[in-house]
């Protein structure tokens, strides 16, 4: 059953905002729910603790097991187990997450991809969740007034393996699953993680002052907005800018100015923001400010805010973080209980709270180096640490998940470091980076080594990721393949400004086109709006599109760009939303992954091209395995961890779903049976 929530506490406040994309993590609740060991009954005494180390990739962390360079993890697998853990199919976090959640697979939960398709419509919307707009509006003077509240709703379908347990009376918390904003009031303690916006609303949007005229003209300035600013007499005057005001018949941002005091001769500058006073140097990160933007003469919203300073002379740049929400006064709901997220700032001080904190979007641009993404990306994991210290300490029986993303989004920017065969890779720049990601695995065995010698006694300890990664080196354009194949037809196929989002497609023409990163949909006759295909030559269709794509050779390597095509009925076991899926999913070969134009609707002039983006490694392709380990010996009939079904709460001897209740499966896409225990 999907679930709603009403976003704002505070009253006569409804702040409404689209949930973010959710990351993927396919396979441990398998694991996790596998790991029996005792027969008694459930009680208090329990303890299961799961650490979830998003992107850790298995064939990296093996040679450094072998290398010696991760004891603990080592230690794991001699005392317990230590397999290759597949993923969901496609391997994206949405669907690997709801998959471990809920113990069913796309069909049951409903999550396919990151965006689906309205057929209705030919538009396209998140998949995760749906925005209700509030009720009728009370209209005073140039203000107005919601009467009803506005309504986020969770397009997750399934009950989450929590909810079981607590049903059971075992206390659980859980810290940053992805997929669980807001968060589920279904567990004992929670807060929310990927898929929880900034004030905005979004993933996260960063705003970069700086006096270079003309500054990032013309360039495509995705995930941030850059201002230019004038300094008089060493002063500046800026503002930060937040959503509409809800308030306002005509719709404007909420505004907070603040001003910038430049020092004539160091490298300095002071901020006053609201009531805070900031000095910095030049290379100097802020803590995290407070800031109220004013919605009405009685009412604000409160938001945190940290700065950076990049350069004072000759021009001013300066770096705002996104806007996030503050977990000490929340204005949307981000954990169970209400005021647990205030407890954890209390105990170790405010902390990132927009889904993923690294500024992947702020590097990409240009905004950050390599040095200062890298900086503000130990920031924030700096903080989860300490955070994970404070929830450990406070840990006695029952079960915490725990969460950490940074090895998953530096390795998204950095894996080129590691491929001198990149399209991207410059040896004079990226050679320097090769042991950060090695570095970063180091830590987390750190963390497996603190928290073996800080559990409490008798705690079962799972350490799990959700796919592995690799260099992401060609870009495959899937729309510009079915086009050039005959599949898709354009309305103007000169066009030099492609729209996206399908707009240019002549639907009374077109057979087949694709949306998402792994997507392909039949333009389906009493399905789509517009579909011209008879549902009696659909499989046909299919199997003549797959033949094709898997016949197709990247010409820079003389190897199929494509391994592997999955069909919906085939592939997901589950049912009640197998129709909101496509009709295809498209398994890309390694170093190879559905290019970020197909999966917005667009059609580039080429079919494969080099990846020349920052955003240089990736898991959304064919396969990606992730690892699972355990500190009790495994019980297996299988070579690997393959947890897509999963049975939620056999730790503590409870039932679990119903769908194939006990079952652990070949990585999330139902294939060979395993049941590893621990």
């Known amino acids: 059953m999907a679930s709603h929530a009403t976003l704002g506490r505070t009253a006569g406040v409804r702040v409404v905002v689209?949930?973010?994309v959710v990351l993927a993590l396919a396979g441990l609740l398998g694991a996790l729910v596998a790991c029996g060991g005792d027969s008694a009954s459930a009680d208090t005494g329990r303890k299961v603790i799961v650490l979830g180390f998003d992107g850790l990739d298995y064939e990296l962390t093996q040679r450094l097991m072998a290398e010696g360079r991760m004891p603990n993890f080592s230690r794991l697998a001699e005392t317990g187990g230590f397999a290759p853990l597949e993923t969901s199919v496609p391997p994206q976090s949405?669907?690997?997450?709801?998959?471990?959640?809920?113990?069913?697979?796309?069909?049951?939960?409903?999550?396919?991809?990151?965006?689906?398709?309205?057929?209705?419509?030919?538009?396209?919307?998140?998949?995760?969740?749906?925005?209700?707009?509030?009720?009728?509006?009370?209209?005073?003077?140039?203000?107005?007034?919601?009467?009803?509240?506005?309504?986020v709703e969770l397009l997750r379908h399934g009950t989450p393996f929590w909810e079981v347990l607590e049903d059971h009376d075992i206390e659980t918390t859980i810290i940053r699953i992805p997929a669980n904003f807001p968060p589920s009031g279904t567990a004992t303690r929670e807060l929310s993680g990927m898929g929880t916006p900034d004030l905005l609303g979004t993933s996260g949007t960063f705003s970069f002052f700086t006096s270079e005229l003309f500054a990032f003209?013309?360039?495509?300035?995705?995930?941030?907005?850059?201002?230019?600013?004038?300094?008089?007499?060493?002063?500046?005057?800026?503002?930060?800018?937040?959503?509409?005001?809800?308030f306002l018949k005509d719709k404007e941002k909420i505004e907070l100015p603040f001003t910038v005091y430049l020092d004539a001769k160091e490298d300095a500058a002071k901020l006053e923001v609201g009531d805070s006073e900031v000095v910095l140097q030049v290379g100097e990160w802020s803590d995290w400010v407070p800031i109220d933007f004013e919605l009405i003469p009685t009412q604000t919203v409160r938001a945190?805010?940290?700065?950076?300073?990049?350069?004072?002379?000759?021009?001013?740049?300066?770096?705002?973080?996104?806007?996030?929400?503050?977990?000490?006064?929340?204005?949307?709901?981000?954990?169970?209980?209400?005021?647990?997220?205030?407890?954890l700032a209390e105990a170790t001080g405010r902390f990132y709270t927009q889904e993923m904190p690294e500024d992947t979007k702020a590097l990409s641009a240009g905004i950050f180096s390599v040095d200062e993404f890298l900086v503000q990306s130990r920031l924030a994991a700096d903080q989860f640490l300490e955070q994970y210290k404070y929830v450990l300490g406070t840990f006695d029986s029952g079960l915490l998940f725990y969460y950490f993303g940074n090895v998953d989004q530096t390795s998204h920017m950095l894996m080129k470091s590691l491929d001198p065969d990149h399209p991207a890779y410059d040896p004079q720049v990226d050679g320097k980076y090769a042991h950060v990601i090695e570095d970063l695995y180091i830590e987390l065995d750190g963390v497996v080594g603190y928290t073996l010698e800080n559990m409490p006694e008798g705690t079962k300890l799972i350490v799990m990721s959700d796919h592995g990664f690799t260099s992401w080196r060609r870009a495959f354009n899937l729309n510009t393949w079915l086009k050039d194949n005959g599949y898709a037809v354009l309305k103007n196929p000169d066009l030099k400004d492609d729209p996206g989002w399908l707009l240019n497609v002549d639907w009374?023409?077109?057979?087949?086109?694709?949306?998402?990163?792994?997507?392909?949909?039949?333009?389906?006759?009493?399905?789509?709006?517009?579909?011209?295909?008879?549902?009696?030559?659909?499989?046909?269709?299919?199997?003549?599109?797959?033949?094709?794509?898997?016949?197709?050779?990247?010409?820079?390597?003389?190897?199929?760009?494509?391994?592997?095509?999955?069909?919906?009925?085939?592939?997901?076991?589950?049912?009640?939303?197998?129709?909101?899926?496509?009709?295809?999913?498209?398994?890309?070969?390694?170093?190879?992954?559905?290019?970020?134009?197909?999966?917005?609707?667009e059609f580039p002039p080429e079919t494969i091209v080099d990846n020349t983006e920052e955003w240089s490694g990736d898991h959304r392709l064919y396969p990606g395995l992730g690892i699972c380990r355990c500190s009790r010996r495994w019980q297996t009939d299988s070579s690997h961890c393959t947890c897509g079904d999963k049975r939620p709460g056999c730790n503590h001897n409870v039932p679990g779903n119903s769908s194939r209740d006990g079952i652990c499966s070949n990585g999330l896409s139902a294939g060979n049976r395993g049941r590893p225990v621990c």
Request: glycine share 10%; charged share 25%.
């Open 304 to 343: 945190i805010v940290r700065f950076y300073l990049k350069q004072v002379h000759p021009e001013l740049e300066l770096y705002a973080s996104p806007l996030n929400i503050d977990p000490l006064e929340p204005v949307m709901p981000i954990s169970t209980p209400d005021d647990y997220s205030a407890e």
């Open 508 to 601: 009374t023409k077109t057979r087949a086109y694709a949306l998402g990163l792994n997507g392909l949909y039949i333009n389906l006759k009493g399905r789509e709006k517009n579909g011209i295909v008879d549902p009696a030559d659909r499989e046909a269709l299919m199997k003549e599109i797959a033949e094709k794509l898997l016949a197709t050779i990247d010409p820079a390597t003389g190897e199929p760009a494509i391994t592997k095509v999955y069909f919906r009925e085939e592939v997901y076991k589950d049912r009640g939303y197998l129709d909101i899926g496509p009709d295809l999913q498209i398994g890309y070969a390694k170093r190879t992954r559905g290019s970020n134009e197909s999966a917005v609707g």
């Open 18 to 20: 689209s949930l973010a």
């Open 217 to 246: 003209q013309g360039e495509d300035i995705s995930g941030g907005e850059v201002y230019e600013v004038y300094p008089y007499d060493n002063t500046v005057e800026a503002s930060l800018f937040g959503p509409d005001n809800p």
């Open 94 to 151: 949405p669907v690997a997450w709801s998959n471990f959640i809920t113990g069913m697979d796309s069909g049951g939960h409903g999550i396919f991809d990151f965006v689906h398709r309205d057929p209705e419509t030919m538009l396209p919307y998140l998949s995760t969740s749906k925005t209700e707009d509030a009720g009728r509006l009370l209209e005073l003077g140039k203000y107005e007034f919601p009467l009803s509240g506005g309504e």
